[in-house]
């Protein structure tokens, strides 16, 4: 059955019970993508599933003795974001534009999509991941609206953020065409990635048990995680924060992954002319206020 965003946690735990083990399963990305520490990131993974295993067997003990309907998996769905997470770090995320990294990118990011994604659909006979690309209709004016804001508020801070931290160094030097081509399909889809593993993934798989605003914090810390490692670091997560908290909160009222990957993708364009800005002075002439 597939999990409407907005609707309530259905599982056997309490929100309250499901939060330790959900908690060790998202704090093993920080120890994978920050720490950068496969066993402590492996340890933490294997301490949550475990958890959830023994809370969730002695709670569906109870729901079968009442009878009543036993809900989702934690142990499923936190096993299922564990995998993914597990894929993403066979491979160091450090931005290179080389054919073997953008290779080893698809491949892994690729794999932590579709794997989760099967074993859910095909193993476990559920469809508690999915891609609603237009559930949400037509947009409205106001969506609209947050659109042309989002561009205006990258214009404004990301050039600041990149150029005065110095974190555009984290991306290579792009000075020919064939390098700022490669640049822009790779953020480009490392943007729509991101929207698909953690939205409708992580998200999703997350508000099965969880309110929408404790599911939003745990997906956040998965997200802000992932892009520190590829390169988002010094004070970058004064952005990302608020903008993984956001994206949640968007998809959780639009119910549409084409409109949160368009935020997405025109906040990816800005970082993009930025970069290109950053590693070629004058490039795009006056178009930023930080040179």
């Known amino acids: 059955m597939i999990q409407h965003p907005g609707t309530a946690p259905r599982g056997p735990l309490s929100p309250w019970a499901a939060l330790a083990p959900a908690l060790a399963v998202c704090l093993a990305a920080p120890a994978f993508f920050v720490l950068e520490s496969a066993w402590l990131g492996s ?11 023994i809370l969730e067997s002695r709670a569906r003990r109870a729901v ?5 309907d036993r809900g989702p998996s934690l142990l499923r769905d936190l096993a299922l974001i564990s995998l993914g997470l597990l894929i993403v770090s066979v491979i160091p995320l450090a931005a290179e534009l080389d054919d ?7 491949l892994a990011l690729g794999g932590a999509v579709a794997v989760p ?6 193993a476990f006979r559920d469809r508690a991941i999915a891609f609603p690309w237009r559930a949400g209709g037509r947009w409205h004016p106001a969506q609209w609206v947050w659109l042309v804001a989002v ?6 801070i990301l050039p600041y953020y990149f150029i005065t931290s110095g974190v555009y160094r984290n991306w290579p ?10 640049l822009f399909v790779g953020v480009g889809a490392v943007g729509i990635w991101d929207e698909l593993f953690f939205i409708c993934t992580v998200f999703a798989l997350l508000r099965r048990h969880f309110p929408a605003w404790a599911a939003n914090l745990l997906q956040t810390i998965v997200f802000v995680s992932f892009l520190w490692e590829l390169g988002y ?16 909160v968007i998809f959780l009222r639009t119910r549409s ?7 997405h993708l025109l906040f990816d364009a800005v970082v993009f002319a930025v970069l290109v800005h950053a590693h070629n002075p004058g490039m795009w002439g006056g178009l930023f206020l930080v040179g």
């Open 43 to 53: 340890a933490l993974s294997a301490v949550g599933l475990a958890l959830a295993w």
């Open 64 to 68: 079968a003795a009442s009878g009543a």
């Open 100 to 106: 073997a990294a953008m290779l080893r990118f698809t």
């Open 117 to 122: 994604y099967l074993v859910s659909r095909f």
């Open 151 to 156: 561009i205006v508020l990258g214009w404004l």
């Open 173 to 182: 030097v792009v000075d020919s065409p064939d390098l700022i081509a490669r």
């Open 233 to 248: 670091r010094e004070w970058g997560p004064v952005l990302t924060i608020p903008f993984a908290l956001l994206q949640g």
């Open 257 to 263: 992954l084409g409109y949160v990957v368009t935020v």
